[in-house]
């Protein structure tokens, strides 16, 4: 029965991914250095993916309560990827958490590159103006 279930929750996650434009897994669980002044972080992205014309987006799976990258008014509410692009020297396209509870795969995510019809409700803004204003 778990067993079952676990395939249900691939399938759709492998569904969700086949719409998305074309890219390819740039890199899982890659580690990471986030250093601005004297602080300094040790990350690791769970997937980064890369597109064809050199952007990537990041995405950070999350398994239980379900986690909203931005609020209603754009802002983030969850930093953690915007620490992971930061981080990056790779142009950021988009960011994307991947909600994992025991009964469906979700997604919410900012950006634009790839995830126009698989992410038709997700809120979306300009990663790298967000990322720029992490920096700083």
């Not at 740039?26 to 997937?47: A, K």
């Not at 396209?93 to 995830?115: K, P, T």
Request: hydrophobic share 35%; glycine share 6%; charged share 30%.
């Amino acid at each position: 029965l778990e067993r079952v279930r676990l395939g249900r929750l691939l399938q759709q996650f492998v569904a969700i991914d086949s719409t998305r434009d074309t890219f390819t897994i740039d890199s899982v669980e890659s580690d990471n250095e986030f250093v601005n002044g004297h602080v300094r972080l040790t990350l690791r992205s769970d997937r980064v993916d890369r597109f064809d014309d050199g952007s990537c987006a990041i995405l950070d799976y999350k398994s239980g309560t379900k986690k909203r990258l931005l609020n209603r008014e754009g802002e983030p509410q969850e930093y953690q990827l915007f620490v992971y692009a930061a981080a990056t020297s790779i142009p950021v396209s988009a960011l994307l958490l991947v909600n994992v509870d025991s009964r469906e795969i979700n997604l919410d995510g900012a950006g634009h590159r790839g995830m126009a019809r698989s992410l038709a409700a997700c809120q979306r803004t300009n990663c790298q103006g967000l990322r720029d204003a992490f920096r700083r």
